[in-house]
Structure formats: structure tokens, C-alpha cells
Nanobody, 116 residues
Framework: QVQLVEESGGGLVQAGGSLRLSCAAS????????ILWHRQAPGKQREWVAT???????NYKDSVKGRFTISRDNAKNTVYLQMNSLKLEDTAVYYC?????????WGQGTQVTVST
């Protein structure tokens, strides 16, 4: 079992601003192959945003490349999503997910609202 807690980091920010989301994992950490961030905007399907693997490889949705950075602190079992130059279209509930061989575990989600 893996538990994910999305700590404070979301909130309201003006367009062009920055936020950093964090996702702390506990439980069977050794079973996690990758951590992903997804988001879901109102009325839209959940979409993938970024991935960081056990080996440290990262990958990003095209629309966030150059603006978002996914990173991790192994000592804290925490993954971060640094979001810069935020746009109105980045408004969504952001979820982290832990991929294991057998299951995907999801965090509870944190709201990010970008305003003009």
C-alpha cells in the first residue's frame, strides 16, 4: 500500500505567477516506479502533466514544458511540481499519482486557480 498526501501548495495566483505543489509518499515506497502529476479542469477530463521516474527521468506535457519542473527529495519521500509563468488555462485540481507494478495510487488533489 502507498499513501500520497498532497500538502499545501495550491491556491489562488495571478497569471504569470508561480506555485509549488508537493506530494509526500508513505507506505511501500520501494514499490513505486514513478510519480506523476495530473490535473483536471472544470468540465474536462483528467490529463497527465508530468512524470518523474525512479531513475530521475522526467517528462512533460507539451503545454507546460519550460514552465513546470518536476523534482524529488528522496530523503523526504516527496515529489514537487514547480509551476512558473502560470496561465489561466492551468487552472485545475492537481493530483499526484504513484505508479507501482500492480496499482496506481492517487492523492486527494489540490486546487490551483490562476486569475487575471
Amino acid at each position: 500500500q502507498v499513501q500520497l498526501v498532497e500538502e499545501s501548495g495550491g491556491g489562488l495566483v495571478q497569471a504569470g505567477g508561480s506555485l509549488r505543489l508537493s506530494c509526500a509518499a508513505s507506505g511501500s515506497i520501494f514499490s513505486i516506479n514513478a510519480i506523476l502529476w495530473h490535473r483536471q479542469a472544470p468540465g474536462k477530463q483528467r490529463e497527465w502533466v508530468a512524470t518523474i521516474t525512479n531513475g530521475g527521468s522526467t517528462n512533460y506535457k507539451d503545454s507546460v514544458k519550460g514552465r513546470f519542473t518536476i523534482s524529488r527529495d528522496n530523503a523526504k519521500n516527496t515529489v514537487y511540481l514547480q509551476m512558473n509563468s502560470l496561465k489561466l488555462e492551468d487552472t485545475a485540481v492537481y493530483y499526484c499519482a504513484a505508479l507501482t507494478v500492480s496499482k496506481t495510487y492517487w492523492g486527494q488533489g489540490t486546487q490551483v486557480t490562476v486569475s487575471t
